[in-house]
């Protein structure tokens, strides 16, 4: 029988996925709030302060991608990305260890300040967890970076929703446990995977269409998903059927092992089948393999002359970028205009993203929608979140490799059709806020495909962990001036008059409508992008994989 090798790229996405899929606890923050809210003496304020800091703590990434390049720097056996996913386990154990504790008297109840802290470390992880996997996946799959992002930014996007299943099949109503868990799950779950995760520099076959495999079963997770949340805000599940429905989802999140087998599989062939060719023209003609050595090596000297010129004469041209193949530090990238164009972008996006999915309960209070319609929208934002990350990268890999668009015009497109979205919930019809929240949900979840992989072609792979987590802080700035500044000083301001509450489209019109501005004016930043780096694309990314898919 022949044996299956564990160490491949396949395996590695694999082991990447998995652990994505018990990364996103920040998302499941609404059901330990409340236990942590009524055993530490918390106002809503206070509790609010707590939450911030789960917010920069899961966006301030910049350790996580320092140390990513500083274990990678070097391809000894005993360093590599499992570094960062061992630094991730510790923050997560330590973190949600210590709310627990606090929750259940273990120790004493710490002050605020502690509990912001233990916060901060807790989602602090996220960002090392998440840094490892999409970073590898670019290294691995340079040709479909968008993809491969894609498809890890997906499967952190569902994250909150699985593990929602888990809470409800094992710890329904019973939130301290639920604390422990998440101290112990995503840990050992990472622990376990990330000797898997590795840099493997080879092109191997067919990978478009075992990466579309894998797309193929995020969307069926999503819709299995999607299915279920719907069906649980309708019909009361017992727990036979709950059961039965958490096993499913087991066994589809297993399934992409399947294809790591496969691809594994079909590689092996591949390369046994070329290893007979070419053994066999070695023994029928000796000869006629000497000139066509000496004819492949002149072709592959006119072959790499070709970018060699074009470099030169991109790099004479434009000053913005390096030549091909040379990687920026972030002092570098943040020395350049392309840095700050993208961290504009992400702010007036994923800002007023997170502003949007942040009051999507009072909105949809004061445009009279009931407590179970609010609850189903705020459950189906992971979903339409999902397909944003997934679909985004897909669809600009697809028309990159077909029609050479570069991939800025689909943060273009993104960015306005958001702003779109905005005008929509500003409207106050009646449906708007499903409609809107789609639309918003959707090009919010777009944006954290395409922002990473522009940066890992603009800045290159090597420091592209650090530069991204370095722009991914535009989104809780960007949330913090439109969360605060913008929707809670208009909604107090109306709601004045009525004390706390505040009914009618007057409570957020202007807000949206601010917000939507504020999200073209990133489309035209992003829009400026695309003109400056089009014939960069032209000339290099494009140049880049038509050579690597030759190779």
Not at 91 to 120: D, E, K, N, T
Not at 216 to 225: E, P, S
């Amino acid at each position: 029988m022949e044996r299956v090798e564990i160490d491949t790229k396949w395996v590695s996405t694999v082991a990447g996925i998995w652990i994505q899929c018990t990364s996103g606890s920040l998302y499941t923050f609404s059901i330990y709030s409340s236990i942590l809210k009524s055993t530490q003496a918390y106002d809503q304020s206070t509790l609010d302060t707590v939450s911030v800091f789960k917010d920069i703590g899961a966006n301030a990434g910049i350790l996580s991608g320092l140390l990513y390049s500083s274990a990678t720097s070097n391809h000894h056996r005993l360093t590599g990305p499992w570094l960062v996913h061992l630094a991730g386990a510790a923050q997560c154990f330590l973190g949600y260890f210590l709310m627990w504790a606090s929750v259940v008297g273990l120790i004493h109840r710490p002050p605020v300040p502690a509990m912001c802290l233990f916060m901060l470390v807790a989602a602090h992880a996220q960002s090392f967890f998440n840094t490892a996997n999409v970073v590898t996946g670019v290294r691995n799959f340079r040709n479909y970076s968008g993809t491969i992002v894609g498809i890890m930014k997906g499967f952190l996007g569902l994250s909150g929703a699985i593990l929602i299943q888990v809470y409800e099949t094992i710890f329904t109503n019973k939130p301290t446990s639920y604390l422990l868990m998440l101290a112990l799950l995503p840990t050992v779950n990472t622990l376990l995977l990330m000797w898997f995760v590795r840099i493997h520099n080879t092109n191997e076959g067919d990978e478009k269409k075992h990466l579309d495999s894998f797309s193929l079963i995020a969307l069926v997770i999503a819709a299995y998903l999607m299915a279920v949340i719907i069906l649980e805000n309708i019909f009361t599940f017992q727990l036979a059927i709950r059961v039965v429905a958490f096993v499913l989802l087991m066994l589809l999140l297993a399934s992409p092992l399947c294809i790591a087998i496969r691809a594994h599989q079909r590689d092996s062939d591949r390369i046994s089948q070329i290893a007979f060719i070419e053994r066999d023209q070695l023994i029928d003609d000796s000869n006629q393999l000497d000139a066509e050595k000496i004819h492949v090596r002149q072709d592959s000297a006119g072959h790499h002359y070709l970018p060699s010129s074009t470099d030169q004469e991109m790099d004479s041209n434009d000053r913005r970028t390096l030549q091909a193949g040379e990687n920026l530090n972030l002092l570098q990238a943040m020395l350049t205009v392309d840095f700050w164009i993208l961290f504009l972008a992400m702010a007036c996006g994923m800002g007023s993203g997170l502003a949007t999915v942040n009051n999507i309960s009072q909105i949809g209070g004061s445009l009279g929608y009931t407590s179970f319609e609010t609850s189903t929208l705020v459950s189906l934002w992971s979903i339409w979140n999902f397909l944003g990350r997934f679909g985004a990268g897909y669809v600009s890999d697809y028309f990159l490799h077909l029609r050479g668009w570069a991939r800025p015009l689909f943060m273009v497109i993104t960015l306005a059709t958001m702003s779109i979205g905005h005008v929509v919930i500003a409207s106050g019809l009646p449906g708007a806020l499903y409609a809107g929240s789609v639309l918003v949900g959707v090009c919010y979840g777009s944006q954290w495909s395409l922002m990473p992989t522009i940066a890992s072609e603009i800045f290159g792979v090597v420091h592209m962990g650090t530069i991204f987590n370095t722009i991914t802080i535009a989104s809780p700035v960007g949330s913090y001036i439109f969360s605060v500044r913008v929707v809670g000083y208009i909604y107090d301001k109306e709601a004045s008059a009525e004390g706390n509450t505040c009914t009618g489209t007057q409570c957020f019109m202007l807000s949206f409508l601010i917000m939507a501005s504020a999200t073209l004016l990133g489309s035209l930043a992003a829009l400026g992008l695309y003109f400056r780096t089009k014939s960069f694309y032209n000339q290099v990314i494009l140049r880049r994989l038509i050579h690597s898919l030759r190779d």
